[in-house]
């Protein structure tokens, strides 16, 4: 067991249970009791069930801390809501939270979304965590500390750690709703496999690591694909033999904190194009449109049947391969007569459309990254212009009391992987351990 559960959690749950029934029949009153009685004695509360807040959660209860974590949906639910062939993008063993290091016999396979998800239920069955929770809206308290309205009534905290992932609203560009509406539009968490979709020609939209995936799926189940490229890094799979990010993690890439970023809209940019699929292979611009899929530019506009696209596709891969070259310098650095060989890479032919028509097309994909979603429900003044927390270590550095874990870069380029989160987690634990004293 990673923890034992205290005397509170072990016996409240019937109550809850049989209060929250009734709470549907008689409203607010009782859902508020429910609220209340379901946290007794906790001050802590954690936000989100996924990697961080379960992290987070470890690290806790590693340093005596009580506390809850509520999860809207299920454990997992953002790994669950993975097209049906995913897999994890990162070697195997990679999966390793705190106190949980992957323990299979392969450990530069890469698992389906079955197993990420197993792991982390069994990671969350014996910690704190109550599922199916929503909290709607977090807020100051009436007498300081916070406020927290939850799908099971209201309650306060003296203390609150947001960890709702990295990945939060789908984004689209402004356009993005002009589709014409015989056409199926969807994100990437709708996406299932390519059976699924209506037949016909299938464009998508976001060329990094998800656009890449979807676009060979459906192009190798003999679709017609269009992918609107934007920039996005890339590298060999395995250079030397050895996985990309293997080599990557014995250097400082992934602990390149935030401050390094060149500007604070480079903590948006794609991830290295790549893919776990089939035992991981090369994936980027130059294998996609070897395989046939019909590489353009950036998506520009859209009118009616017809969309427009920029005539970067060109400029698109030269900055990828600026990328490919940076990491190349990086591993000979840093790694030395030890770095792969890292060659140049070959020519691309760049000569896309500027428009289409989307008669005879299927269906549009958006996989052109998240952006954070706060603003919706957390009604503090705890973020900068572009939704991210403002924090020093995790910690709200506007709102005492308020945490972060799991926030793309939120410290570092590992801040929200499975393997670097657990670093974030234990700073997180301990600095609220020092607030609650």
């Not at 109550?130 to 309650?155: I, K, M, Y």
């Not at 056409?183 to 656009?211: E, F």
């Not at 792969?340 to 896309?352: E, T, V, Y």
């Amino acid at each position: 067991m990673l923890v034992e559960l205290s005397v509170v959690e072990l016996c409240y749950t019937p109550v809850f249970e049989v209060l929250q029934a009734l709470s549907e029949r008689f409203g607010d009153v009782l859902a508020g009791i429910v609220g209340g009685l379901g946290f007794v004695g906790v001050s802590l509360v954690v936000i989100g069930g996924g990697q961080a807040g379960l992290a987070v959660s470890h690290e806790l209860w590693a340093l005596g801390i009580e506390h809850v974590v509520l999860e809207r949906d299920r454990v997992a639910e953002t790994w669950r809501r993975r097209w049906d062939s995913f897999r994890l993008v990162t070697p195997n063993w990679t999966l390793d939270l705190p106190g949980a290091p992957y323990a299979g016999d392969d450990p530069d396979g890469f698992v389906p979304r079955e197993e990420i998800v197993d792991y982390l239920e069994q990671y969350a069955a014996n910690l704190p965590v109550r599922t199916g929770v929503a909290v709607d809206g977090l807020e100051p308290g009436p007498a300081g500390g916070f406020l927290l309205r939850t799908s099971g009534g209201q309650r306060t905290a003296d203390a609150v750690v947001v960890c709702t992932g990295a990945y939060q609203r789908p984004h689209r560009p402004p356009f993005g709703r002009e589709f014409p509406r015989d056409l199926a539009v969807l994100d990437a968490d709708g996406y299932r496999n390519p059976a699924a979709l209506p037949a016909g020609r299938v464009l998508v939209v976001g060329s990094g690591q998800t656009g890449c995936q979807i676009a060979e799926e459906l192009c190798q189940s003999g679709r017609e694909v269009f992918l609107a490229c934007g920039r996005a890094p890339w590298g060999p799979r395995r250079p030397a033999g050895r996985d990309i990010v293997t080599w990557l993690n014995e250097t400082t890439w992934f602990r390149t904190p935030v401050s390094a970023l060149p500007a604070p809209a480079a903590r948006l940019f794609a991830n290295i194009q790549t893919t776990g699929k089939d035992g991981g292979h090369d994936l980027h611009y130059r294998t996609l449109q070897a395989m046939g899929v019909d590489l353009v530019g950036r998506l520009a506009g859209v009118d009616g049947h017809h969309v427009r696209f920029a005539n970067d596709l060109a400029e698109s891969v030269a900055w990828g391969d600026a990328r490919y070259a940076d990491i190349g310098q990086l591993l000979a650095a840093q790694l030395g007569g030890r770095a792969p060989h890292w060659p140049d890479p070959p020519p691309f032919r760049a000569d896309p459309p500027v428009e289409l028509n989307l008669r005879g097309f299927g269906a549009v994909i958006f996989t052109s990254g998240f952006r954070p979603d706060y603003a919706g429900w957390v009604r503090l003044p705890a973020f900068d212009s572009m939704g991210f927390p403002i924090t020093d270590d995790g910690a709200s550095t506007v709102v005492p009391g308020l945490y972060f874990c799991g926030v793309h870069f939120l410290r570092t380029r590992g801040s929200s992987l499975l393997f670097g989160v657990g670093e974030d987690a234990a700073v997180v634990a301990h600095a609220v351990a020092r607030y609650s004293r």
